[in-house]
Nanobody, 122 residues
Framework: VQLQASGGGLVQAGGSLRLSCAASGSIARINAMGWYRQTPGKQRELVADITSAGTANYEDSVKGRFTISRDNAKNTVYLQMNSLKPEDTAVYFC?????????????????WGQGTQVTVSS
């Protein structure tokens, strides 16, 4: 399974960006999908995730500013980021827990996208 992320870029503080991540390959079922971010010298942290039923969970610092959504028919997850702050600057990675018909892959063993840079200038 491959995840292809897109939508990162450079934006001024207060601006918006929308990230997309599409899954492809040998997929029988995708369970949770999520977005993580990482800055140099720090561990990768969960930003938001969403179950296949649409229940979303957010890291405290992004609540009210970011919205995660998914299109199950397209195996795609989105992250709408509004009111961006310089501290949101990071490489953003998408993740998917999935079942390929034989084996379940979840958490760090799930599929990961290649990372997309988000830079917020002050």
């Amino acid at each position: 399974v491959q995840l292809q992320a897109s939508g990162g870029g450079l934006v001024q503080a207060g601006g918006s960006l929308r990230l997309s991540c599409a899954a492809s390959g040998s997929i029988a079922r995708i369970n949770a999908m999520g977005w993580y971010r990482q800055t140099p010298g720090k561990q990768r942290e969960l930003v938001a995730d969403i179950t296949s039923a649409g229940t979303a969970n957010y890291e405290d610092s992004v609540k009210g500013r970011f919205t995660i959504s998914r299109d199950n028919a397209k195996n795609t997850v989105y992250l709408q980021m509004n009111s961006l702050k310089p501290e949101d600057t990071a490489v953003y990675f998408c993740n998917a827990d999935y079942y390929d018909g034989d084996t379940y892959y979840g958490g760090i063993f799930g599929a990961w996208g290649q990372g997309t840079q988000v830079t917020v200038s002050s």
